[in-house]
């Protein structure tokens, strides 16, 4: 098995990121920090912090001059971080020692990466936001057409009472509105890192502050008007996001693969897997890719808050423990939030199916419509005992509550208690605003 499914010939089509993928490469990672380099030194030389003339000449050079990163490999491992090799090596390309010298002027590699980490993130954020809209695009609709479909009601695995299968979907939906409003918030506030080595901007011209809030325009970035070197709260923000995405995502993925089971039968996938040997299996491949890759996302984000607590001014263990989870957490919900778009415009509800349980639980369902049917005619307690009763003479004779009800309550019309579509209650309503919600842009 490869080092990551996610970049992996033999498992990419099962764990898909997506575009997202292309941010999380080695020429992505280079190509981002040329950029940062390449725009300090452009608002250096604005300020007079350095030459204007070097400063031109590195700006252009940065998006000219590729690097390979095969030839820094060496130099990284050795210096435990990439920019060092990074700096000899865009000096040496840029064949210009006299502007040369001026590159990475009072920065330290932290600032290079965390900067660049940002503009990668910016990309993938933006390319979540699309995600969930076309996601939220297909559930809407999902939801608004089977918003009166009654289907079995679970709650610990039992039968509870009739529900929708568009308020299920509905309730799928909801935390992804939620995690699509909060992004917006999110992305506008990604900031910058110009803090030099301990974080002081000691040798970063006379106005730290300033040129740290130039490079931040000049990026489209934020200005944090401080050091984070040593504060991963912006970091774990987004993780703690992704977390949240991947969570709700398996929400959807555990439904599918209970409402697929045998004996259940009340979803179809459009699409599932085949086994080896058993001819008859059709496997919810894509539901369990949701359920596990929110396993993977969870677990790799209690990494990344083991190092949300990094020693003194920077701490290279915590740093490392960031660029060994980071990467594979947001390709693991990019890849879940993929996997959930081919899913939702297949699914389908086997309406049959879901009519037939509804009958084979011979109106248990609907015991607690008749007890409040009852309570208005006795105790509440009494009303609950009695159905109680009710209920498992139904179980024991076979029969179903329905007509145990008129037997032993003649005087009470209890006939519309045992219409499903008459006992979701909210269930349509809460479908339909989904939809609503589900549409609006954010």
Same mark, same amino acid.
């Given at each position: 098995?490869?080092?990551?499914?996610?970049?992996?010939?033999?498992?990419?089509?099962?764990?898909?990121?997506?575009?997202?993928?292309?941010?999380?490469?080695?020429?992505?990672?280079?190509?981002?920090?040329?950029?940062?380099?390449?725009?300090?030194?452009?608002?250096?030389?604005?300020?007079?912090?350095?030459?204007?003339?070097?400063?031109?000449?590195?700006?252009?050079?940065?998006?000219?001059?590729?690097?390979?990163?095969?030839?820094?490999?060496?130099?990284?491992?050795?210096?435990?971080?990439?920019?060092?090799?990074?700096?000899?090596?865009?000096?040496?390309?840029?064949?210009?020692?006299?502007?040369?010298?001026?590159?990475?002027?009072?920065?330290? @590699?932290?600032?290079?990466?965390? *900067? /660049?980490?940002?503009? %990668? =993130?910016?990309? #993938? +954020? !933006?390319?979540?936001?699309?995600? &969930?809209?076309?996601?939220?695009?297909?559930?809407?609709?999902?939801?608004?057409?089977?918003?009166?479909?009654?289907?079995?009601?679970?709650?610990?695995?039992?039968?509870?009472?009739?529900?929708?299968?568009?308020?299920?979907?509905?309730?799928?939906?909801?935390?992804?509105?939620?995690?699509?409003?909060?992004?917006?918030?999110?992305?506008?506030?990604?900031?910058?890192?110009?803090?030099?080595?301990?974080?002081?901007?000691?040798?970063?011209?006379?106005?730290?502050?300033?040129?740290?809030?130039?490079?931040?325009?000049?990026?489209?970035?934020?200005?944090?008007?401080?050091?984070?070197?040593?504060?991963? @709260?912006?970091?774990?923000?987004? *993780? /703690?996001?992704?977390? %949240? =995405?991947?969570? #709700? +995502? !398996?929400?959807?993925?555990?439904? &599918?693969?209970?409402?697929?089971?045998?004996?259940?039968?009340?979803?179809?996938?459009?699409?599932?897997?085949?086994?080896?040997?058993?001819?008859?299996?059709?496997?919810?491949?894509?539901?369990?890719?949701?359920?596990?890759?929110?396993?993977?996302?969870?677990?790799?984000?209690?990494?990344?808050?083991?190092?949300?607590?990094?020693?003194?001014?920077?701490?290279?263990?915590?740093?490392?423990?960031?660029?060994?989870?980071?990467?594979?957490?947001?390709?693991?919900?990019?890849?879940?939030?993929?996997?959930?778009?081919?899913?939702?415009?297949?699914?389908?509800?086997?309406?049959?199916?879901?009519?037939?349980?509804?009958?084979?639980?011979?109106?248990?369902?609907?015991?607690?419509?008749?007890?409040?049917?009852?309570?208005?005619?006795?105790?509440?307690?009494?009303?609950?005992?009695?159905?109680?009763?009710?209920?498992?003479?139904?179980?024991?004779?076979?029969?179903?509550?329905?007509?145990?009800?008129?037997?032993?309550?003649?005087?009470?019309?209890?006939?519309?208690?045992?219409?499903?579509?008459?006992?979701?209650?909210?269930?349509?309503?809460?479908?339909?605003?989904?939809?609503?919600?589900?549409?609006?842009?954010?």
């Amino acid at each position: 098995m490869a080092a990551s499914p996610h970049d992996s010939q033999l498992y990419a089509k099962l764990f898909n990121p997506g575009e997202i993928g292309r941010l999380f490469t080695d020429s992505a990672e280079i190509r981002a920090m040329l950029l940062v380099e390449g725009t300090l030194a452009k608002v250096q030389g604005a300020a007079g912090v350095i030459p204007e003339i070097s400063a031109a000449f590195i700006h252009r050079a940065a998006l000219e001059i590729p690097l390979d990163p095969g030839g820094m490999a060496e130099a990284t491992g050795r210096n435990g971080v990439p920019v060092p090799a990074l700096v000899a090596a865009f000096r040496k390309a840029m064949e210009a020692p006299e502007h040369a010298q001026y590159l990475h002027w009072g920065a330290t @590699s932290q600032d290079i990466m965390d *900067t /660049a980490l940002m503009l %990668r =993130l910016r990309q #993938a +954020l !933006a390319l979540f936001h699309d995600g &969930l809209s076309a996601l939220l695009s297909d559930l809407a609709t999902l939801a608004e057409t089977h918003a009166e479909l009654p289907m079995p009601g679970r709650t610990y695995g039992q039968h509870a009472t009739p529900v929708s299968f568009g308020a299920q979907v509905a309730h799928w939906g909801f935390p992804l509105i939620d995690l699509r409003t909060e992004l917006a918030t999110i992305r506008e506030s990604l900031p910058v890192s110009l803090s030099g080595a301990a974080g002081t901007g000691s040798e970063l011209g006379p106005d730290p502050a300033a040129l740290r809030a130039d490079l931040a325009r000049a990026l489209g970035l934020t200005d944090p008007e401080r050091s984070w070197h040593a504060d991963r @709260s912006p970091l774990l923000r987004i *993780t /703690a996001w992704l977390a %949240r =995405l991947a969570t #709700a +995502l !398996a929400k959807m993925g555990e439904d &599918l693969i209970l409402a697929t089971q045998s004996g259940i039968g009340e979803i179809r996938l459009g699409t599932s897997g085949g086994s080896s040997t058993m001819p008859q299996k059709q496997n919810p491949v894509g539901p369990s890719a949701l359920v596990a890759l929110a396993a993977h996302v969870n677990a790799l984000n209690g990494a990344m808050l083991a190092a949300g607590h990094p020693r003194q001014e920077r701490d290279g263990a915590a740093w490392f423990t960031e660029w060994l989870t980071l990467p594979q957490l947001t390709l693991s919900a990019a890849s879940a939030l993929e996997t959930a778009r081919t899913l939702a415009p297949a699914l389908t509800p086997d309406a049959e199916a879901m009519r037939a349980a509804l009958n084979d639980s011979r109106g248990l369902l609907h015991a607690e419509a008749l007890s409040f049917r009852l309570a208005a005619h006795m105790p509440r307690p009494e009303a609950q005992a009695a159905v109680k009763q009710a209920c498992l003479r139904a179980r024991d004779e076979n029969r179903h509550l329905a007509e145990i009800a008129t037997e032993t309550w003649p005087e009470t019309d209890t006939r519309d208690i045992f219409d499903p579509v008459a006992a979701l209650g909210t269930a349509p309503q809460e479908a339909r605003l989904f939809a609503k919600k589900a549409r609006q842009t954010a």
